[in-house]
Nanobody
Framework: QLQLVESGGGLVQPGGSLRLSCAAS????????IGWFRQAPGKEREGISC????????LYADSVKGRFTISRDNAKNTVYLQMNSLKPEDTAVYYC?????????????????????WGKGTLVTVSS
């Protein structure tokens, strides 16, 4: 089946680190831009980072810039989100989403609309 599966979430102390993975099953990510989104209780979904399909273009929300790093390994059909210096306000369910990019290998977006595939999310809790 065509799906994305997130993993790597869990409980971490403030200042700690986690590495999230987004693995594709049933299709390859070579021609997809990938975004990471999160949703905290009572808040709207927030785009936090994305990476383009081909040229390595990345975007970061101001809230995570300098702390989070997105990367991809197309050979492994997986996208990663390295999260450092975690704060309690980073607590949320984290989702990855894939957007088919037919004409641009440099495009990615932090908006949720139009995505072709979504994972079911992985919970990150930052608390002491």
């Amino acid at each position: 089946q065509l799906q994305l599966v997130e993993s790597g979430g869990g409980l971490v102390q403030p200042g700690g680190s986690l590495r999230l993975s987004c693995a594709a099953s049933g299709f390859t990510l070579d021609y997809y831009a990938i975004g990471w989104f999160r949703q905290a209780p009572g808040k709207e979904r927030e785009g936090i980072s994305c990476i383009s399909s081909s040229d390595g273009t990345t975007l970061y929300a101001d809230s995570v810039k300098g702390r989070f790093t997105i990367s991809r390994d197309n050979a492994k059909n997986t996208v990663y989100l390295q999260m450092n210096s975690l704060k309690p306000e980073d607590t949320a369910v984290y989702y990855c989403a894939a957007l088919r990019t037919y004409h641009s290998g440099s495009y990615c977006q932090l908006e949720y609309y139009g995505m072709d595939y979504w994972g079911k999310g992985t919970l990150v809790t930052v608390s002491s």
